[in-house]
């Protein structure tokens, strides 16, 4: 019954609206048919996601990057990091009982400091000693966002399936915050809209407080006031909705086209593999948005290989909790754009896609043993269509 309603809710929407050719540009360009107006605040907002910050502008004390794109670079802005991994910290006390140790500075192990900073003998924040996981994250590449944001809540929870009613080992579920909004951004599903996400990376990457993210601190603790003599907020309301603007009308990466009709071939041979072991019960490979008054977000096929839901991935993949993820679960994380990146997984351990494949675990095991049965020609198939999204 959960599949037919998908089925139906798919069928209903494509009747309604726009085509069904998933929307796709080049990496760190706008999403098309936007109107000038927001174009001009895309454009303005990209300015200031590459705009470096200094102290006097509100830098710090304690950062890990004096700008956006010192993270968000490759292959474009907007895009995912080099090497760099943020470090965050939590206490796991069971289901339902997850600490971010926010007191004692866990959301966010800064590297950096100002030099009044160090003048006061701080340099880098250390992990709590409360910590029961330590996790290690890549900056996400930000393409298509806002696409995602305007995917009906519906679709996202008609994919639900928390006791596995359906017996494929499949059980994800939606995250929701605090406030029990659905939450369909970061990689444990921490942020229902891309402003709190742009607002929260803000402060705890930069530095910045923002009206709605004011607190600065040093391991939890209050910095001291001659550390950053800023006004808050540091950032107004019009950077905040620029920078969200940027992010929200950044175009998803359009996948690679084959350089043959052989190639051609191959990709295929790949795509039908990927969906038959079983990957595409959680990368899903196209949502559709609903209506919307901005035609560029209007009723659009989105091809993100990912449903937004959570999934127990196993103690092999486990890092911290969030509020409505235990440390072995984890977002299912969007593909597209794959052809761009150097590192795999949500820290970047495996530098080879075939080890990051192997490395799932928990609700994935089945599709990730059904893979290393598969002939290696075949799983190198299967790779090149992954590395041609």
Known sequence: MRIVAIFLLSAIAG???AGSTPVGGEPGTPLPDLPDTLLAKFFAGRALFDKVYTPEEGLGPMFNENQCSACHTSPASGGTGGFERVVKATR?????????????????????????????????????????????????PLFGLGLVEAIPEEEIVLREDPDDRDGDGISGRAARTRDGRLARFGRKGEFATLREFVETALRLEMGLTTRAEDVETFNGRPVPRTADPTPEPEVDSVTVDLLAAFVRFLA???????????????LEAGRRLFESIGCTSCHVPTMRTGRS???????KTVALYSDL??????????????FDASPTELRTPILAGLSSRSFYLHDGRA??????????????QRARDAFARL????????????KSL
Not at 109 to 127: H, W
């Open 309 to 322: 839901l959570l999934h127990d991935m196993g103690p092999g993949l486990a890092s911290v909790c969030a």
């Open 252 to 266: 998803p990466a359009a996948p690679l086209p084959p350089r043959s009709g052989p190639h051609r071939d191959t």
């Open 92 to 140: 796991f006390g069971g289901p339902g009982d997850c600490d971010p140790l926010a007191d004692f500075g866990g959301e966010n192990i800064r590297t950096q400091a100002t030099p009044r900073m160090k003048a006061l003998g701080f340099e880098r924040e250390s992990v709590p000693a409360a910590a029961t996981e330590v996790g290690h994250f890549l900056a996400p």
């Open 375 to 386: 002939p290696w020609l075949r799983q190198e198939y299967l790779i090149r269509f992954l």
């Open 293 to 299: 008054p901005i035609p560029a977000l209007d009723r």
């Open 351 to 364: 530098i080879d896609l075939r080890d990051a494949i192997l490395a799932h675990g928990g609700e994935a």
């Open 15 to 17: 009747a309604c609206g």
